[in-house]
């Protein structure tokens, strides 16, 4: 593969030399932007988008088209592999994502099997080849998966949770029953990462959306340490090129120094936590990934220039830090707003560097 010509993402994570703090919004190619909503209604559906690798690879490229973003990420959905499993995801409109066979009874749980990725995710891996491909070597392109905690909580639940009584009964009532179904998705998780390297991701992310719901105790045993699995299973190097990983647990600002100790090369960090702060408990052994509020987008451009400010004054002088919204883009942004952020971080950032 030619070198990138703009690496400033990856160096940014190996906390090197940059000459401004580098870019990506999680979510970046979604619902906010027209040109997407136009690609998924010719799909047909959410699904019909995802599982067509020209279709994924179209509306991957459509934010990098529209703003000087550092990164692409790949456009997938973190429920590729329970499905993959044989839960039947679906999509109900106005709803999110669901199953039509939840893990609801032991025997369910017990007849699990770990997916090869390169036979039912196939479709994710053909698109990771063909973005890499069209992305030809402009900005890095980022895999990701949900974290194995994540996973459970839709698989046992069933879809979203506003409560995870599903979950958090089956933790306290049979925790050897769960950590069963987290050593399934531990497994999963690392070999699917691990053929998205293969077919083409400069970087992997591990999105922990609900690890923050756990007490203290229950997020070390049965998020934090099966993410530790999949991070020292991961491929540290592919083709002689270091490929970083990240983690972020939303609403992980207890455990910072716990989730830097696990061994990936970044943290993500939702907007409820202190930038600096964060670099002075964790900055010296990771590089940090974050944390402007996604409802700051909805404030005019000099307004969101001035929170941009914030987040990069807090950070400070020096490499390590990927700029990031706290959590998703929200459907309702301006995309005009994105725009703003982007140019912001970019002008900014410099004097820092």
Partial sequence: MAALINDTFLRALRREPVPYTPVWIMRQAGRYLPEYNATRKRAGSFLGLAKNPDYATEVTLQPLARFPLDAAILFSDILTVPDAMGLGLYFAEGEGPKFERPLRDEAAIRSLRVPEPRESLAYVLDAVKQIRGALAGKVPLIGFSGSPYTLACYMVEGGGS?????????????????????????????????????????????????????????????????????????????????????????????????????????????????????????????????????????????????????????YGHGSGHVFNLGHGVSQFTPPEHVAALVEAVHSLSRRHH
């Fill in 162 to 314: 506003d409560d995870f009584r599903q979950i958090k009964t089956l933790l306290y009532s049979r925790p050897e029953l769960l950590h069963h179904l987290l050593d399934i998705n531990a497994q999963a998780v690392t070999a699917y990462l691990n053929a998205q390297i293969e077919a083409g991701a400069q970087a992997v992310m591990i999105f922990d959306t609900w690890g923050g719901s756990l007490p203290d105790a229950a997020y070390r045993e049965f998020s934090l340490a099966y993410m530790q699995r999949v991070v020292a299973g991961l491929h540290a190097r592919w083709q002689g090129e270091a490929v970083p990983s990240i983690v972020f647990t939303k609403g992980g600002g207890l455990w910072l120094e716990a989730i830097a100790a696990i061994g990936s090369t970044a943290v993500g960090l939702d907007w409820t936590v202190d930038i600096g702060e964060a670099r002075s408990r964790i900055g010296e052994r990771v590089a940090l990934q974050g944390n402007l509020d996604p409802m700051v987008l909805f404030s005019p451009p000099p307004a969101i220039a001035g929170q941009v400010a914030r987040v990069l004054d807090a």
